[in-house]
C-alpha cells in the first residue's frame, strides 16, 4: 500500500492507494467514525460489483451500514439528485460528526462531497473512487458541484474529503471507454508541467488501458501526487495554480453542455477533444509550436479518444459554444480565464483572449477534418 498525504493543514487528510484495499477498507474507515455507522452511497453499476465487498469489509470490524444506490451517470448529478440524496441522509439520521462513503465515480463523488458539505453544515466523507477518472483526479481536492442547464458543476462548494481509498484493481470492471475517459485526466498532469511524463504516457498509454497492471499503478500515484501538491499549493484556486488543472476543461464544458451532459460524450471524452482545442488554439495564435499541438491530438487520436469537434460529434457553431463558455464559472470580470500552452508541459492561465477570438477559432476548427 502507497500512502500520500494532501497537506492543508489540520483538514489534511491521507489518500491511500493499492491492490486489494476495498476488501480491507474496513480498518482503514473504522477509526475515523464517532459511532460505529455509516452510509454508502453508490450508483446501480457500481453496487453490482463492490457494495457487498465494502459492506464485508466494514462488518468485521463491527461497522453497520446503509445504503442508497443511485443511477448511474451524469444525470444524477443534479438538483433532484442532490435533493433526493440529501433527504436520505436526513431520514438515516446522519450526524455532523458521521462519514458518509461516496463508492463510485466522479459523479458520485462530486454529489455525496456536496451533498456532505451543505446536510447540518456540513459532515465528513470518505471518497472510494472506482473509476480510472475519479481516481487519478476527482476524488482528491475537494471540489464538489452539481450540474445546472446553464453549466457543469455551476452550483457547488470547497469540501475536502477525510479520507480517500483507491484500489486499482476496481478498474478490471470497467468499460474500455470509461477507462479511456479517465486516461484524458491522466495525460493532463504531463501537459501541465511534466513534459516527461506526457513522453511516458505516449509509449505507455496503449498499454495502460489494455490493462498493464504496472502502467496502472504508475498513472495513479503520479497524478495523485501531482494533484495532492497542486491542490496543498492552491486549495481554492486563488493564485492560478489550481487553475491549471482545469486544461481543456473549459473548451471541454462546452462540447457536454453542447451534448447535452450524456453520454453522447463522457467528461474525460470531452476533456480530451478540450486539450487538444487547447493546444490548437495556442498554436493558432503563435504561443507554442504547430508540432506540440498535432503531438497531443495524434496521442489522444491514438488511444481512441476524441481529437477534434468532428471526433467528439459536436457540429455546432462557434457562437454556439463560445456562448456556454461566458457561463464558466472561472469568469472573472466578465472575462474567461484560459488555460492554454506555450509547449508540451508549459501550461499557464491567461485572459488575454476574447470569447469573440475564441468563437472564431471553434468555427475554423469545426471545418477541419479531425487529424486536422
Not at 150 to 169: E, R, S
Not at 179 to 205: N, Q, R, T
Not at 227 to 247: F, G, P, S
Amino acid at each position: 500500500m502507497q500512502r500520500l498525504t494532501v497537506e492543508l493543514g489540520d483538514r489534511s487528510y491521507p489518500i491511500l492507494i493499492g491492490d486489494g484495499l476495498l476488501r480491507d477498507i474496513g480498518q482503514h474507515v473504522a477509526p475515523l467514525l464517532k459511532r460505529p455507522r455509516t452510509m454508502i452511497v453508490t450508483d446501480e453499476h457500481v453496487a453490482k460489483h463492490y457494495l457487498l465487498p465494502l459492506g464485508a469489509s466494514l462488518g468485521a470490524e463491527n461497522v453497520s451500514f446503509s445504503s442508497l444506490v443511485l443511477p448511474a451517470g451524469e444525470g444524477s448529478k443534479s438538483w433532484a439528485g442532490l435533493a433526493r440524496l440529501t433527504e436520505w441522509l436526513i431520514g438515516e439520521g446522519v450526524e455532523r460528526g458521521d462519514h458518509v462513503i461516496a463508492l463510485g465515480g466522479g459523479v458520485i463523488g462530486d454529489l455525496v462531497g456536496f451533498a456532505c458539505s451543505i446536510v447540518k453544515r456540513g459532515c465528513h466523507f470518505i471518497q472510494v473512487p472506482t473509476t480510472l477518472l475519479a481516481q487519478v483526479d476527482s476524488s482528491v481536492g475537494g471540489k464538489t458541484a452539481i450540474n445546472v442547464p446553464a453549466g457543469k458543476n455551476l452550483i457547488g462548494a470547497f469540501h475536502q474529503p477525510a479520507l480517500v481509498v483507491i484500489d486499482p484493481t476496481t478498474l478490471e470492471t470497467l468499460p474500455r471507454r470509461e477507462l479511456g475517459a479517465g486516461y484524458a485526466e491522466v495525460v493532463k498532469y504531463g501537459l501541465i508541467d511534466d513534459a516527461a511524463f506526457f513522453a511516458w504516457c505516449e509509449d505507455h498509454g496503449a498499454a495502460l488501458l489494455a490493462g498493464d497492471s504496472a502502467a496502472r499503478a504508475r498513472a495513479i500515484a503520479h497524478s495523485v501526487a501531482a494533484k495532492a501538491r497542486i491542490v496543498a499549493a492552491d486549495e481554492r484556486e486563488t493564485q492560478d495554480v489550481r487553475a491549471l488543472l482545469n486544461l481543456g476543461h473549459s473548451f471541454g464544458h462546452a462540447l457536454e453542455a453542447e451534448t447535452g451532459y450524456s453520454d453522447r460524450l463522457l467528461h474525460g471524452e470531452a476533456v480530451a477533444a478540450g486539450m487538444v482545442l487547447a493546444h490548437q488554439f495556442s498554436a493558432a495564435n503563435d504561443l507554442c509550436s504547430k508540432e506540440d499541438a498535432e503531438r497531443v491530438r495524434a496521442h489522444l487520436a491514438s488511444v481512441d479518444l476524441p481529437h477534434s469537434l468532428a471526433s467528439a460529434g459536436v457540429n455546432s457553431n462557434g457562437a454556439t459554444l463560445s456562448g456556454h463558455m461566458a457561463h464558466d464559472k472561472k469568469v472573472r470580470g466578465g472575462k474567461l480565464p484560459l488555460i492554454l500552452t506555450r509547449g508540451i508541459g508549459q501550461s499557464f492561465v491567461t485572459d488575454a483572449y476574447g470569447l469573440d477570438k475564441v468563437a472564431a477559432f471553434l468555427d475554423g476548427a469545426r471545418n477541419t477534418s479531425p487529424t486536422g
